[in-house]
């Protein structure tokens, strides 16, 4: 058999074993690529058709998972391209690496993108990573990994980028550059006039002495396609408060803190046909109230998976570094130790963040969060399982 006709063979068996992987958990694409190896593009599958309508709404993205196969000592290799961007390791690769053994029995190893990145040889090119199995190198760790662990490790980081390629769209996307009306006392005293005008939700600024303005929509600070109102939940009281507070505070900072504690305390509380009028007394008064630990983490869920967060994903705070391990703490206050890998791209980054919370000198320190997957007793709401996931987020009040 000739060398083109023999890779051409391992290239459809490495396809046909990583397909029998990803069949049961994802929907698949497969795009061929060349003739040492394919992508299959993977989608997480949705349980209902609701599920399926409220995708198109985001940027959903598919993971890419490269298989390949080898004999005996044969190299694999596998263009940097694929695993990096901008330098980075993506979240959204993923490579399986099949063969057989002696006694013909399936033997496969799985990698992400980081793994790839700190493990494989790198050509002398520089185009290439490279896997052999060597006596300094024999992969160990990353041999028949169990499938459900497999399957984790590919949604979370499907999950983790499309949540930060959506935050980049809508930024992007929506971004106005606004001037906003500003006011010279050295204390603000306004009241707001929160007005339905043919089912269109405005809020007209009054203060002694001075003529009345609207409040303008902060879609620089919110990026938002529709308008603000007030009542219930969703976008529209989230967008209101940043652009309330935005012209309460005069062109300094927002906090995400304050925006949580108007919407909480105040705007969710009001009945969205009626009319108010609203002090700026009434106003500190609701962002004086702040939300606990548990809340914010419950807030920061909603923002980061949306409302109806079915898929078993929760924010944890990361405690605490001791070694490989890392404590991590629920919002229901469980605390469990989970080890990290070294030679992941976010180690270095977990240890900064834990250093600058800890050398922080404000009353209220930063808190280091991840998207955790977990898994609870549906019983007594305990859990059974967790994974930490590759996205982790430095939050400030």
């Not at 709404?57 to 901008?86: H, P, S």
């Not at 500190?284 to 702040?290: E, L, R």
């Amino acid at each position: 058999m000739s060398t083109l006709s023999k890779r051409q063979e391992n290239r459809e068996k490495g396809e046909i074993l990583t397909q029998g992987f990803l069949a049961n958990d994802f929907w698949i694409l497969k795009r061929p690529v060349d003739v040492d190896g394919a992508d299959f593009l993977v989608q997480n599958t949705a349980e209902t058709l609701r599920e399926l309508r409220d995708r198109t709404k985001g940027i959903e993205t598919l993971g890419i998972i490269q298989a390949k196969y080898f004999e005996k000592n044969n190299m694999v290799q596998i263009e940097k391209t694929y695993v990096l961007d901008d330098g980075e390791a993506r979240n959204e690769f993923f490579c399986f690496i099949h063969t057989h053994g002696e006694d013909g029995e399936h033997i496969y190893y799985f990698f992400s993108a980081s793994e790839i990145a700190n493990t494989f040889y790198e050509s002398k090119c520089g185009k290439f990573y490279r896997f052999k199995i060597t006596k300094s190198r024999d992969y160990s760790n990353f041999k028949n990994i169990k499938q459900n662990i497999i399957s984790k490790k590919i949604k979370l980081g499907i999950l983790s980028t499309t949540t930060a390629k959506n935050i980049n769209y809508m930024r992007k996307q929506f971004k106005i550059y606004a001037t906003p009306t500003l006011y010279y006392d050295e204390k603000p005293d306004f009241v707001y006039h929160f007005k339905v005008i043919e089912n269109v939700h405005i809020v007209i600024c009054t203060q002694r002495g001075s003529s009345a303005h609207l409040l303008e929509m902060r879609r620089d600070l919110f990026p938002n396609q529709g308008g603000f109102f007030w009542g219930g939940n969703g976008t529209g009281p989230t967008f209101l408060a940043t652009s309330l507070l935005a012209h309460h505070f005069n062109g300094k900072e927002v906090k995400k803190e304050d925006i949580n504690s108007l919407v909480k305390n105040l705007l969710q509380k009001l009945d969205r046909d009626n009319e108010y009028k609203i002090t700026t007394h009434e106003l500190v008064q609701a962002i004086s109230k702040k939300m606990s630990r548990k809340e914010l983490m419950k807030e920061l869920e909603t923002e980061w998976l949306g409302p109806s967060n079915e898929n078993g994903f929760e924010i944890v705070e990361v405690l605490e570094r001791n070694g490989h391990l890392l404590r991590v703490k629920c919002h229901m206050g469980e605390e469990f130790d989970l080890e990290v890998d070294i030679n992941n791209n976010n180690y270095e980054h977990i240890d900064y963040s834990l250093h600058q919370i800890a050398t922080s000198t404000d009353v209220k320190k930063p808190i280091l969060f991840n998207l955790a997957y977990i898994e609870r007793d549906i019983f007594d709401y305990k859990v059974t399982d967790i994974a930490l996931s590759a996205y982790y987020r430095l939050y400030n009040d």
